[in-house]
């Protein structure tokens, strides 16, 4: 399958969005599991944030 | 997109960010530690802790614990008595000099099984409490509120628009790339791109409960004047209470009638939360939501006896969610740190927005404008 041009540029960021969503939700609705779906869901943009950001910086320096 | 639809685009995005960003900077800065509130009221020595006694000792009648806090402060009159939603064994007994007053409160913590007061915590004092205050409404009161709100609303437009906008800058570009070998000016572009749109939902939503809790003191007021009104409306034109009933057998009443839930506060008669001649209950459920969202069950204050416990209705719903989603307080330790992260992040895009918009102005005016175009082409 090759990427058409909408997900190459929107997959990621859509990808992301839902995670968090679902993260934003899970722990309203309960304990335990739940929990963790909001820990996975919030770290995923962090983690994006930190990796794709801080990736490649020696190059520069 | 065409050339014009990006320019209207931009330019939302340009003043919608220019005009709050100093603001939207204040509150990530002054939010950043209250996001750990509870642990640096422990830290502090803010934070009261009951002593240990058997869970099965017996508990202290609500009237006594009144009579505790009185006896702290004889002049004030009660306003609020709470519990935290983990912690059975204090009462907080919030008093005013009238039911409506807004400042020169006191709290008193009470012992919830001996009745004897605990200590006398500091509302809204301290460096929290001031840091509490200018993120909440600047020292400006429900004027500064209603502001802020407005640099909330600001900001979903910041964010829509930069959404919007991500398309034709990363049009060229893989996910998540930054190109450290260009210039300093495109390199925090990148980043820029990149931390916003990986934080887009968290923003909107923090953004959006915000500017929804910058509401909170006229959402309450129209409940008061809407559903609150309704269901009492047979103690319209009463004079106003001289003498009220026992608490305790107000809040026996309304425990009675809604058995599945605990306390989380009692608005005495006359407070923003209640009517003037009833104590308002609020009840909430044993679940993570149902915590949340609190059921008024209202009692006479004379009699003791329940006249409604009625659903809140939608826009105190509402209110009430927007709590917690703005908080991050409902995912435990973890949460906090994630939010804490999520925060920093923002500011990263807040602070390189405004470098972005202030390096396009100096010297390096035109490569920089080149720069911008080569990305957006």
């Given amino acids: 399958m090759k990427a058409s041009p909408f997900w190459s540029l929107w997959g990621w960021p859509l990808f992301i969005a839902v995670l968090s969503g679902a993260g934003l939700v899970g722990g309203l609705v309960g304990d335990g599991r739940w929990d963790w779906m909001t820990w996975v869901g919030l770290g995923v943009p962090c983690v994006a944030s930190a990796w794709f950001g801080l990736r490649g910086r020696r190059a520069r320096a | 997109m065409s050339?014009?639809?990006?320019?209207?685009?931009?330019?939302?995005?340009?003043?919608?960010?220019?005009?709050?960003?100093?603001?939207?900077?204040?509150?990530?800065?002054?939010?950043?530690?209250?996001v750990f509130h509870h642990q640096i009221g422990a830290w502090l020595g803010t934070e009261v802790v009951a002593p240990a006694l058997p869970a099965d000792a017996p508990r202290a009648t609500l009237d006594q614990v009144m009579a505790a806090a009185r006896g702290r402060f004889p002049s004030k009159t009660g306003m609020y008595v709470s519990q935290e939603p983990d912690d059975d064994t204090i009462w907080y007994v919030?008093?005013?000099?009238?039911?409506?007053?807004?400042?020169?409160?006191?709290?008193?913590?009470?012992?919830?099984?001996?009745?004897?007061?605990?200590?006398?915590?500091?509302?809204?004092?301290?460096?929290?409490?001031?840091?509490?205050?200018?993120?909440?409404?600047?020292?400006?009161?429900?004027?500064?509120?209603?502001f802020l709100g407005f640099m909330g609303l600001l900001m979903l437009v910041a964010i829509v628009s930069g959404i919007v906008l991500y398309a034709p800058f990363m049009r060229k570009l893989?996910?998540?790339?930054?190109?450290?070998?260009?210039?300093?000016?495109?390199?925090w572009l990148d980043l820029h791109n990149l931390l916003g749109i990986a934080t887009v939902t968290w923003a909107l939503v923090v953004g959006a409960t915000g500017m929804i809790n910058t509401w909170a003191d006229l959402v309450i007021e129209h409940w008061r004047n809407d559903q609150v009104a309704q269901l009492l409306s047979h103690y319209r034109g009463l004079p106003p209470l001289t003498q009220l009933g026992s608490l305790e057998k107000a809040f026996a009443n309304a425990r009675a009638r809604e058995p599945q839930m605990k306390i989380a506060f009692i608005a005495f008669p006359g407070t923003a939360w209640g009517s003037a001649h009833h104590y308002g209950?609020?009840?909430?459920?044993?679940?993570?939501?149902?915590?949340?969202?609190?059921?008024?069950?209202?009692?006479?204050?004379?009699?003791?006896?329940?006249?409604?416990?009625?659903?809140?209705?939608?826009?105190?719903?509402?209110?009430?969610?927007?709590?917690?989603?703005?908080?991050?307080?409902?995912?435990?330790?973890?949460?906090?740190?994630?939010?804490?992260?999520?925060?920093?992040?923002?500011?990263?895009?807040?602070?390189?927005?405004?470098?972005?918009?202030?390096?396009?102005?100096?010297?390096?005016?035109?490569?920089?404008?080149?720069?911008?175009?080569?990305?957006?082409?």
């Fill in chain 2, 281 to 377: 209950v609020f009840m909430r459920g044993r679940t993570r939501l149902t915590e949340r969202l609190v059921q008024p069950v209202l009692v006479d204050a004379v009699t003791g006896e329940v006249s409604s416990s009625e659903d809140p209705p939608w826009y105190m719903t509402t209110l009430l969610l927007s709590q917690p989603l703005h908080f991050g307080d409902y995912g435990g330790v973890p949460m906090q740190w994630l939010w804490a992260m999520l925060d920093v992040i923002t500011i990263v895009v807040l602070g390189s927005g405004l470098y972005l918009w202030l390096s396009k102005k100096g010297p390096v005016r035109k490569p920089a404008a080149a720069e911008a175009k080569a990305a957006v082409a």
């Fill in chain 2, 3 to 34: 050339p014009g639809t990006t320019r209207v685009w931009s330019w939302l995005h340009k003043w919608s960010s220019l005009v709050s960003t100093v603001f939207l900077l204040v509150l990530c800065l002054t939010g950043l530690p209250l």
């Fill in chain 2, 174 to 187: 893989r996910f998540g790339e930054v190109r450290h070998e260009r210039s300093t000016r495109v390199r």
């Fill in chain 2, 94 to 146: 919030t008093m005013g000099d009238t039911p409506r007053s807004t400042t020169d409160l006191k709290q008193v913590a009470v012992d919830a099984r001996t009745g004897g007061a605990l200590a006398e915590p500091k509302i809204d004092g301290g460096v929290m409490g001031v840091v509490h205050t200018i993120h909440v409404e600047l020292f400006a009161g429900l004027w500064g509120k209603l």
